[in-house]
């Protein structure tokens, strides 16, 4: 339900409550399931448990995949509620730009922040848990990591890069920056996009207790 950098800062807000041990595994952990945009496997394997059917996570690359998780699960929720007005009464792909446009706004937001920047540019790939071609789950760490060093101020724009790259179509692409672009201008949303970082950290904060 979200972007890279968006799943970094909020993992990296609630490191300490899940008692990480190994920050790169950890990072590296909560952009995994989105891998699978790259590598072709099927959804159910990154985003509906662990290896093995369980949902405990005990080692920190599986604790940053469960943080994923809740996040898209509660950013579902959120923007449901905060910006439903923006969502078109319809359901499938038109729905889906809008979200994909919001998406890149928090992005661009999340971004901003320097300890995000700082575990980006330390992207690592460690292993390939759910049996996926490593030479391309590689490639998507690798491309994570290249985007995102290629500024500190990222544009609505910029994202063509990064929706292509996640083998979204060329015309749902141009859909979404557009979308995107017109959102943007929009303060009040802007404002409201802001606040759905703090609302997913408390809400993920009181889940793990």
């Keep these: 339900m979200a972007l890279e950098a968006t799943h970094i800062r909020i993992a990296l807000a609630v490191k300490d409550q899940m008692e990480i041990t190994d920050l ?3 990072v590296s952990g909560t952009i995994y399931p989105d891998s699978r945009n790259v590598t072709g496997i099927r959804r159910e394997l990154t985003h509906c448990a662990f290896p093995g059917g369980t949902t405990d996570a005990t080692t920190d690359f599986d604790k940053g995949w ?3 998780l809740l996040v898209d699960e509660i950013q579902k929720r959120l923007h449901d509620q ?9 359901s499938g792909t038109n729905d889906w730009i809008v979200y994909s446009a ?3 706004i928090q992005d661009m937001q999340d971004y901003a922040d320097r300890e995000t920047q700082l575990s980006i540019k330390q992207l690592e790939m460690f292993d390939n848990p759910s049996g996926e071609d490593a030479a391309l ?5 690798s491309f994570i990591k290249d985007f995102y060093h290629k500024s500190d101020n990222y544009t609505c724009s910029d994202y063509i890069e990064i929706w292509s790259g996640l083998n979204v179509t060329d015309d749902l692409v ?10 943007h201008k929009d303060d009040s949303i802007t404002q409201e996009i802001a606040s759905v970082y703090d609302l997913t950290v408390e809400e993920i904060v009181s889940a793990v207790k």
């Design 137 to 141: 789950l590689a490639e998507y760490y």
């Design 24 to 26: 790169k595994r950890y």
């Design 102 to 104: 919001l998406k890149i």
């Design 66 to 68: 469960y943080i994923h």
């Design 82 to 90: 905060l910006f439903g007005s923006v969502l078109p009464n319809t």
């Design 174 to 183: 141009t859909q979404i920056i557009q979308q995107a672009e017109s959102l």
